[in-house]
């Protein structure tokens, strides 16, 4: 079975913090994704990564930037926390780039509060 | 209007029943659907992922995908308390690469 696992369940943090958010997969998957879930909104994807080092930008990307220097992990990175950010966010990874519209596999999410 | 819609519930029924979940989507390209389940304080679990329109089962979960009307369902025989959950679905088009765009789930509560 794939295993994701984001490093913290809960996190309170304040306004103007930087942030960090770890997620790791292994399964050797090579894309990675990174979500918020908003009641009555859904999942909206922030950014993603196809390989090492890659990285590409979501629906709302705004505020957030993201790091992968190795497969197994991505780290999504708020650079200055703001209330607006409160939310549970999420962490994906589907198996490769070579064939389209793989299903993908989450962490358990980690809820974050910005107080 | 939105790519993807779902009835948000919360859907209440009792235990033994048949339960019909759906969405509706208005990209007539979406040819990859999912179906996701997500307990309280989890991240959403893989339950069925179907290709272009037909039907798929596995267990007592069946998914149905009717392109015509851009609609998919999630039927759910013998529903049982531990089916109580949020049921998120999921689409994709060729060339929407690895991404999906998801619904904002329904909320399922199986009554004993």
């Known amino acids: 079975d794939v295993k994701v696992t984001q490093s913290s369940r809960y996190l309170v943090k304040r306004t103007g913090e930087k942030v960090f958010l770890e997620c790791v997969q292994d399964?050797?998957?090579?894309?990675m994704f990174w979500y918020r879930q908003d009641p009555g909104l859904g999942l909206r994807l922030i950014y993603f990564s196809y390989d090492v080092k890659m990285k590409e930008k979501g629906d709302i990307p705004e505020g957030y930037s993201v790091s992968r220097e190795k497969k197994e992990r991505f780290s999504l990175i708020l650079e200055s926390a703001s209330t607006n950010q409160t939310s549970m966010y999420l962490c994906?990874?589907?198996?490769?780039?070579?064939?389209?519209?793989?299903?993908?596999?989450f962490g358990d999410g980690t809820r974050l509060s910005i107080l | 209007q939105k790519e993807v819609e779902q009835d948000p519930g919360p859907l209440s029924v009792p235990e033994g029943a048949i339960v019909s979940l759906n969405c509706t989507y208005s990209n007539s390209a979406f040819q990859y659907f999912m179906w996701y389940r997500q307990y309280s304080r989890k991240g959403p679990e893989l339950l069925m992922y179907t290709y272009s329109s037909g039907n798929k089962e596995d267990g007592r979960f069946t998914a149905q995908v009717d392109k015509s009307s851009k609609y998919i369902s999630l039927f759910i025989r013998d529903s049982q308390p531990s089916d109580s959950a949020t049921y998120l679905c999921?689409?994709?088009?060729?060339?929407?690469?690895?991404?999906?765009?998801f619904g904002p789930g329904t909320r399922l509560s199986v009554l004993p």
């Open positions: 399964m050797d998957h090579e894309n």
């Open positions: 999921a689409m994709s088009a060729w060339n929407y690469g690895q991404n999906f765009v």
């Open positions: 994906a990874s589907s198996l490769n780039r070579e064939w389209s519209n793989q299903p993908q596999h």
